[in-house]
């Protein structure tokens, strides 16, 4: 029995690492192939969405609640918000049937997990540029470059790995509960009316407040701002709060998967 | 090298509450190099077995341990997408199991006689080329066990001789194991011969004395059948088991 020794620690990452990166590109791949122009659609998601917001809101005639551009600000807010929401709930699409991990045996669900969740951070983080780049020298809003871009990108990076635990998380759920995906839909998109996204938290009654305050992509928000207005007001920011949802996120969802993996292999 | 730790298996089914045995505390050693045919009847849990010492099902108690790359089932079409090129899918395969894709890719070029329909997508194969495609890309990549369920060799008769004696050539380097409820492939192909019957694994020293038990088992059916029915396998149909 003492003949099969377990694989080196390093020998292990390189084969997980080889594994992920393989199926990016197998995604990538496939996404092109199945239509193009639907996935340009799906590039610019935001891109559309912040649109239509800018439409409403210039049709009311409402001001941007801080800075000088409504599509500025409003960038701003969308930007971590589809970055939480797509990634997290993406990355529990990827799992849905499990068609490779039982054909192929040596991928498991979490390369599934992380490569789409890779893959959408690296699509955020394109859409990301080119909407300020847009913002930038077509709208010309000077503000659009950051002021301080380290802020703007370590606000991005923890935003990405509090969606990706979560994401994890989802993906598990979502392996017992079809449903789940349903109800993680509706919470996403309540989720925009609560993170700050087209308003300034300190400038909200306190009571709101101090409900909102446990929102962790209202801090995602509000410290990927900071690295674009100077005086941006950051009572309510708490950027611990924000890196524990992350750091504390993966743990949970890396613990649950590796405690119910062989029940969820079971159930497909 | 496999070895099979006292695996359990249970099937339950939905709401009925009734559930089946497949494997009660199996247990087997396969030493490296050999060439391991398993025979077993129609429902013994072949599928179960192989696609477990496989890893895509997980036993509910006991281990399976593995030493060696292990395939995936030669044959099957699972691993490959539909809307991929057969080229970009032998890529794929290749990069995931860290193979080298341009020498795997020359392989297969060379020898699946596809020609220009390589860079046609995977769906418009018709059924010989399909086979040709899949047990050349399977035998392509550099394996240490490969598995097979029931088809060990497959494609179009001329195919088919050719397809062997590349079988041959991997059993010299790497393990080989196979389920199969003809015991005419354990002849061809294997050195060590196992029976899957009453949740159990009963290993033979000889092929032969594996046939012959297999055959005395139940004497009045005789299991080889005129047609091959390659891909036919009841397995598949197990009840749903419960989460």
């Known amino acids: 029995m003492t003949a099969i020794a377990r694989p080196r620690f390093s020998t292990a990452l390189g084969v997980q690492a080889r594994v992920v990166i393989s199926l990016m590109l ?127 990108v370590s606000a991005f990076v923890v935003t990405a790995a509090m969606a990706i635990g979560v994401g994890i998380v989802n993906g598990v759920i979502g392996s017992f509960f079809r449903l789940w995906a349903v109800v993680y839909g509706v919470f996403a998109r309540s989720l925009l009316f609560l993170s700050a996204v087209f308003y300034v938290p300190d400038y909200m009654p306190t009571q709101i407040r101090d409900w909102l305050v446990w929102n962790p992509v209202l801090h995602a928000v509000e410290w990927f701002r900071t690295g674009f207005y100077l005086t941006y007001p950051t009572l309510t920011l708490s950027k611990p709060y924000l890196i524990g949802w992350a750091i504390g996120s993966i743990f949970l969802g890396l613990t649950m998967e590796r405690a119910l993996r062989n029940r969820r292999m079971a159930a497909k | 090298m496999i070895v099979l730790d006292r695996v359990s298996k249970r099937y339950r089914s939905h709401g009925s509450g009734h559930s089946k045995l497949v494997f009660d505390e199996l247990s087997a050693v396969f030493e490296p190099g050999r060439t391991v045919g398993i025979l077993g009847r129609r429902g013994a849990g072949k599928t179960t077995l192989i696609r477990m010492i496989a890893g895509a099902i997980p036993p509910d108690s006991g281990r399976v341990l593995r030493q060696g790359r292990v395939s995936f089932l030669v044959g099957s079409a699972g691993p490959f997408v539909s809307t991929m090129t057969g080229r970009e899918n032998v890529w794929f395969i290749s990069r995931l199991y860290g193979a080298d894709a341009s020498e795997v890719i020359r392989f297969v070029e060379a020898h699946a006689g596809l020609g220009t329909d390589f860079d046609k997508p ?91 038990a297999f055959k005395a088992d139940e004497p009045a059916a005789d299991d080889e059948p005129l047609i091959d029915d390659v891909d036919e396998d009841e397995d598949d149909e197990l009840p749903v088991p419960i989460p």
């Open chain 2, 122 to 212: 995977f769906s418009a194969y018709t059924g010989d080329k399909r086979g040709r495609f899949l047990f050349t890309t399977a035998y392509a990549l550099p394996f240490d066990i490969y598995l097979a369920d029931e088809s060990v060799i497959g494609g179009p008769p001329g195919f088919r001789d050719w397809c062997e004696r590349l079988v041959d050539a991997r059993r010299q380097q790497a393990m080989l194991v196979f389920t199969t409820r003809r015991p005419r492939l354990l002849r061809r192909f294997a050195d060590t011969g196992a029976i899957l019957s009453d949740h159990r694994l009963a290993t033979f020293p000889s092929v032969r004395d594996a046939i012959l």
């Open chain 1, 26 to 152: 197998r995604e990538m791949r496939m996404h092109t192939r199945h239509s193009r122009l639907s996935y340009v659609l799906e590039l610019l998601e935001p891109v559309l969405q912040l649109t239509m917001m800018l439409g409403v809101f210039s049709a009311i005639n409402r001001q941007a609640d801080f800075g000088t551009s409504m599509f500025l600000f409003l960038g701003t807010g969308m930007i971590p918000y589809f970055t939480f929401v797509h990634i997290s709930s993406k990355a529990m699409g990827a799992v849905r049937g499990g068609g490779l991990t039982k054909s192929v045996p040596l991928v498991k669900p979490l390369d599934l997990m992380l490569a789409r969740a890779f893959l959408e951070v690296l699509q955020l983080a394109l859409v990301m540029i080119l909407l300020f780049s847009f913002i930038y020298l077509v709208i010309q809003v000077p503000d659009a470059w950051p002021i301080r871009p380290l802020k703007a």
